[in-house]
């Protein structure tokens, strides 16, 4: 079985410019959950999408924005990025069935320079 | 709410010496455990996980925690340390009832001295 696929693995962008990442979870599995990740602030959770509605979310900004497709795959959009967006995105999916516990699988992440 | 400290930031060891991250939770309800590791420039991988029953759980790489209601804790070990163990180890909770979100510790970073 596949695991989780992340792309890009790794961008460059600038200021003020947008970026969108995708996710493709685990097949079967719903639930997609996006988490940044920066040194200084670990592991910060960003939203969850379940059947293409978002069912948990961060404290982050508007400017951060997901969603969910039919397949459960999941793309995260920020807009107007800052210095500060620069981070490594994680995304992870987990399955909502029966016995469900909450563990998570993950992919690689996707890490983002802004400049 | 649940939330998880863990106290140790960075863990110097030598290699072949045994280690502990530690790590304590606060929930209202019972949890569901887990610790994960992240190796450089990779995505966080499940170590081992405690859902129910033995309070010891046994993980890959030879890892294993402890879980302890009392003390609230749920503290990693292992034996022999190898540089191959050299990540970032995170420990994670979840409430039993539901689907809520795992919810994660700042980190402890696990340097492996030759």
């Known amino acids: 079985k596949a695991g989780v696929t992340q792309t890009p693995r790794y961008l460059i962008k600038t200021r003020g410019q947008q970026v969108t990442l995708s996710c493709s979870p685990i097949?079967?599995?719903?639930?997609v959950s996006w988490y940044q990740q920066t040194p200084g602030q670990g592991l910060q959770f960003l939203f969850e999408?379940?059947?293409?509605?978002?069912?948990n979310k961060g404290n982050f900004p508007g400017r951060f924005s997901g969603r969910q497709f039919s397949n459960s795959r999941s793309e995260m959009n920020v807009s107007t990025l800052e210095l500060g967006d620069s981070a490594l995105y994680l995304c992870?999916?987990?399955?909502?069935?029966?016995?469900?516990?909450?563990?998570?699988?993950f992919g690689e992440g996707s890490r983002l320079t802004v400049l | 709410a649940q939330s998880v400290t863990q106290l140790d930031s960075q863990v110097p060891v030598f290699e072949e010496a045994p280690v502990e991250l530690r790590c304590n939770y606060s929930?209202?309800?019972?949890?569901?455990l887990f610790w994960y590791v992240q190796y450089p420039n990779q995505g966080l991988q499940l170590l081992l996980k405690?859902?129910?029953?033995?309070?010891l759980v046994k993980g890959i790489n030879g890892f294993e925690a402890e879980f302890n209601k009392s003390q609230t804790s749920f503290h990693l070990r292992k034996p022999s340390v190898h540089i191959s163990d050299t990540a970032e180890y995170f420990c994670?909770?979840?409430?039993?009832?539901?689907?809520?979100?795992?919810?994660f510790g700042t980190g402890t970073r696990l340097t492996i001295i030759p």
């Open positions: 992870a999916s987990k399955t909502i069935a029966g016995g469900n516990t909450g563990e998570l699988f």
């Open positions: 097949s079967g599995h719903r639930s």
């Open positions: 999408y379940f059947s293409e509605t978002q069912r």
């Open positions: 929930s209202s309800v019972s949890v569901y």
């Open positions: 405690y859902l129910s029953g033995s309070t």
């Open positions: 994670a909770v979840s409430s039993s009832f539901g689907n809520e979100k795992l919810t």
